[in-house]
Each structure stands twice: as structure tokens, then as C-alpha cells.
């Protein structure tokens, strides 16, 4: 691809890892997933022209990815596992280039292959969560409005709530669970380890 053709990697193009990786047995939030790509594409948040960018830019969908689903962790108070090297394969985030990523890092550890490459996608995901909370808190028009486009993220496509739907926030008076959340979206939405 000529590095001066601007391109995005689209949401047809994710679908197939976000089918998977905003799907959390009990909730299903592929309509928020594609609602914030779509808003993350219109801030060209989702705009590549080298082999590079567009891997740093399917490092940013598995960020978003994870903190959809760390999101519902700390909800929830119980941990959603996530397999990075499965969906990083499935973005045609290569080995190469995540090694090309890497590679400056001298505290990551490059053992077993299989085993870096997963831990080495890992680390790019945590890495990538501020850029990621940054410009979902340009295209939502700020934290507040994010915080509740994922508290109401889980209500199913028909309308219908699929109990564990929260009502609007009254962000003056937020408690327990939802201002846990609130604080760590706040915080730029470090991941979560259970």
C-alpha cells in the first residue's frame, strides 16, 4: 500500500473479532462497539497508511475491546477473560509488526513465541487504552457522556432491557458499582486484573 493513501479500518472489518470480543455470555454490546468505532472513525481515530498504522490501529480496537469488557468486570465484580492473540490474528495484526512494537521495550521478556506474541499484544492493549479513552471522550463529547453511553450499552436491539440494564445516570449521586466505574473511566481505564 503507498504510504500516502490514507485509509480506515473499518467496521466491517472489525465485526468478525468484535463479534466475539463484546460478547460477555450474558450482555451482547456489538451495538456499542459499532457506535463507538463509528465515532472513533469520525475523529480519524481509525485512519492508517502504512502496514504500522493500520496494526497500531488494530491494536486500538482490541483496546477498546478491553476496556468494554474490564467495564463490565468492574460492574459486575467478576473478570471476562480475553484471548488477544485469537483476535489479533483475525485483524491480521502480524507477528512482525507487533515484534516492530515492541522491539524498543527492554523490559518486555521474549520467550516462547506463541507466549510473547499474546503477552506482547497484551502490553500494546494496556498501552493503547489512554489514546483510546482520549479521542471515545472527543467523539462522545467527554467522560460523562462516554460513562453513560456504556452503562446503557447493554440493552438489546429491540428496545427490550436484558437485566442488567442501567436507567440514565444521575452522575451527582452515583454509588457502589457505577461509581467504582465512574472513578476508573476517570482514570483513563487502567485494565483490570481480578
Known amino acids: 500500500m503507498p504510504d500516502n493513501i490514507l485509509q480506515k479500518l473499518t467496521w466491517n472489518e472489525v465485526l468478525p473479532v468484535a ?39 488494530g491494536i486500538h480496537f482490541l483496546a477498546l475491546a478491553d476496556i468494554y469488557r474490564d467495564f463490565y468486570s468492574i460492574v459486575w465484580e467478576e473478570c471476562n477473560d480475553s484471548d488477544y492473540s485469537e483476535w489479533a490474528e483475525a485483524l491480521e495484526i502480524s507477528q512482525f509488526r507487533v515484534g516492530q512494537l515492541v522491539g524498543l ?55 427490550s432491557e436484558n437485566g442488567h440494564y442501567f436507567p440514565k445516570a444521575d452522575l451527582d449521586n452515583l454509588a457502589g458499582v457505577k461509581l467504582a466505574a465512574f472513578e476508573w473511566l476517570e482514570q483513563e481505564c487502567p485494565p483490570c486484573f481480578y
Open 19 to 57: 463479534l466475539d470480543a463484546f460478547d460477555l455470555g450474558n450482555v451482547s454490546g456489538l451495538a456499542w462497539a459499532k457506535l463507538a468505532w463509528e465515532n472513533l472513525s469520525r475523529v480519524e481515530a481509525t485512519v492508517y497508511n502504512t502496514g504500522m498504522d493500520r496494526t497500531q490501529r
Open 105 to 159: 521495550n527492554p523490559d518486555f521478556d521474549d520467550g516462547d513465541d506463541g507466549i510473547a506474541y499474546n503477552l506482547a499484544v497484551r502490553q500494546l492493549t494496556a498501552e493503547a487504552r489512554r489514546d483510546v479513552v482520549h479521542n471515545l471522550s472527543i467523539a462522545f463529547q467527554g467522560k460523562q457522556e462516554l460513562f453513560i453511553s456504556l452503562l446503557q450499552s447493554n440493552k438489546v436491539s429491540d428496545g
